[in-house]
Nanobody, 120 residues
Framework: QVQLVESGGGLVQAGGSLRLSCAAS????????MGWYRQAPGKERELVAI???????NYADSVLGRFTISRDNVKNTVYLQMNSLKPEDTAVYYC??????????????WGQGTQVTVSS
C-alpha cells in the first residue's frame, strides 16, 4: 500500500498565499508523476499542476504564473506553492502520485483532500 498525507490547506484572503504538501509513504520503488487536482462544489475534478520524474511541469491555464509545483525525491513529497490566490481557487485540493512499488507493480494513489478557501 502507498499512502498519501496532505497538509497545508486553510482559509486565506484574496491575494494571499498557501503552501500544500503531500508526502507519499509505503513500499515505493520509484515515483513517475506527482500532481495536484482540485474540485470545487458542483464542478468536476480538474488538473491544477503536475510534475514528472525529470522535473518537467505542466499547469492549468487558470493558475499559470501564480502556482508552482515542486517535488523532493528524497522525501517522496510534492508541494504546491499558491500565490495571489483568488476566490475562484476555492476547492478541495487532492494530490495524486503514480509510480512503481518495491516488487515492481505500479500504483496510482490519491490523497484524502485538503480544503482551500479564499475569501474576497
Amino acid at each position: 500500500q502507498v499512502q498519501l498525507v496532505e497538509s497545508g490547506g486553510g482559509l486565506v484572503q484574496a491575494g494571499g498565499s498557501l503552501r500544500l504538501s503531500c508526502a507519499a509513504s509505503g513500499s515505493i520503488l520509484s515515483i513517475a508523476t506527482m500532481g495536484w487536482y482540485r474540485q470545487a462544489p458542483g464542478k468536476e475534478r480538474e488538473l491544477v499542476a503536475i510534475i514528472i520524474s525529470g522535473g518537467s511541469t505542466n499547469y492549468a491555464d487558470s493558475v499559470l504564473g501564480r502556482f508552482t509545483i515542486s517535488r523532493d525525491n528524497v522525501k517522496n513529497t510534492v508541494y504546491l506553492q499558491m500565490n495571489s490566490l483568488k476566490p475562484e481557487d476555492t476547492a478541495v485540493y487532492y494530490c495524486s502520485v503514480a509510480g512503481r512499488r518495491v516488487f515492481g507493480t505500479t500504483f496510482a494513489s490519491w490523497g484524502q483532500g485538503t480544503q482551500v478557501t479564499v475569501s474576497s
